[in-house]
């Protein structure tokens, strides 16, 4: 089983809509998926219950999630998503995620303002690690780009240099992911190559 944590500093972030589209694509691709809505807001849940979703999908808002998943995981779930309240607002539960994380995903557009706030991120995610048996593998997700824009391309090279990695697939900014929220996923788009990458993810030596 892999534990997939959807993570960033802010609410408004993309981190909802890329729990769901993952989880989707997950889904879409064969695998038993579980979500699990750490928000208290509950976003995640609301949209899974107006939309129907097949996937399972529980709220669980606990600073304790690295020893809840494996109990609320079924003997055949392949992959669980964590969606995760701003790591600003609420730190203990973010890290519980990330300690019981395989993967971090941090979604984020190429913005000077979203870009530079990912280093307390990678804080986070370090300061985890020395809790951890495993480490955990982690990348950012581009999502709101603009077609063409010179900004992907400049932002993914700073994040490189950082040591850092950023996933090929990228999900541009569309009217159909601002209004998704609530509604039935279809169309997967670029978030199938997006999962395939997520789950490709190995820990960086
Ligand atoms: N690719 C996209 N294109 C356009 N709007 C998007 C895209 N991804 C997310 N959004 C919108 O951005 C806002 C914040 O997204 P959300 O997933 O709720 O973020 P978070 O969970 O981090 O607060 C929402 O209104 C959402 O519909
Ligand atoms: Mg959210």
């Given at each position: 089983m892999r534990t997939v944590a959807v993570v960033n500093l802010k609410g408004g972030s993309s981190k909802t809509t890329t729990t769901a589209y993952l989880a989707h694509a997950f889904a879409a691709s064969g695998s038993d998926v579980l979500v699990i809505d750490s928000d208290p807001?509950?976003?995640?849940?609301?949209?899974?219950?107006?939309?129907?979703?097949?996937?399972?999908?529980?709220?669980?808002?606990?600073?304790?999630?690295?020893?809840?998943?494996?109990?609320?995981?079924?003997?055949?779930?392949?992959?669980?998503?964590?969606?995760t309240p701003p790591l600003l607002e609420?730190?203990?539960?973010?890290?519980?995620?990330?300690?019981?994380?395989?993967?971090?995903?941090?979604?984020?557009?190429?913005?000077?303002?979203?870009?530079?706030?990912?280093?307390?991120?990678?804080?986070?995610?370090?300061?985890?690690?020395?809790?951890r048996n495993v480490p955990t593998a982690a990348a950012v997700l581009f999502t709101r780009t603009i077609a063409n824009a010179s900004s992907t391309g400049i932002y993914r090279e700073a994040i490189e240099e950082g040591g850092h990695r950023v996933l090929a697939t990228t999900i541009p900014r569309r009217e159909a992911y601002a209004q998704a929220l609530g509604a039935p996923i279809r169309e997967l788009g670029p978030y199938e190559a997006a999962a395939s990458e997520v789950l490709a993810l190995e820990v960086q030596a």
């Amino acid at each position: 089983m892999r534990t997939v944590a959807v993570v960033n500093l802010k609410g408004g972030s993309s981190k909802t809509t890329t729990t769901a589209y993952l989880a989707h694509a997950f889904a879409a691709s064969g695998s038993d998926v579980l979500v699990i809505d750490s928000d208290p807001q509950g976003s995640t849940v609301r949209w899974s219950d107006a939309a129907g979703w097949d996937i399972p999908t529980v709220a669980l808002p606990v600073k304790n999630l690295h020893t809840r998943v494996q109990g609320i995981a079924r003997p055949t779930t392949d992959v669980v998503v964590i969606d995760t309240p701003p790591l600003l607002e609420n730190a203990g539960t973010v890290y519980s995620a990330l300690r019981a994380a395989d993967v971090v995903v941090v979604p984020c557009a190429p913005t000077s303002h979203e870009v530079e706030a990912l280093p307390d991120v990678w804080a986070a995610i370090e300061e985890v690690q020395a809790l951890r048996n495993v480490p955990t593998a982690a990348a950012v997700l581009f999502t709101r780009t603009i077609a063409n824009a010179s900004s992907t391309g400049i932002y993914r090279e700073a994040i490189e240099e950082g040591g850092h990695r950023v996933l090929a697939t990228t999900i541009p900014r569309r009217e159909a992911y601002a209004q998704a929220l609530g509604a039935p996923i279809r169309e997967l788009g670029p978030y199938e190559a997006a999962a395939s990458e997520v789950l490709a993810l190995e820990v960086q030596a």
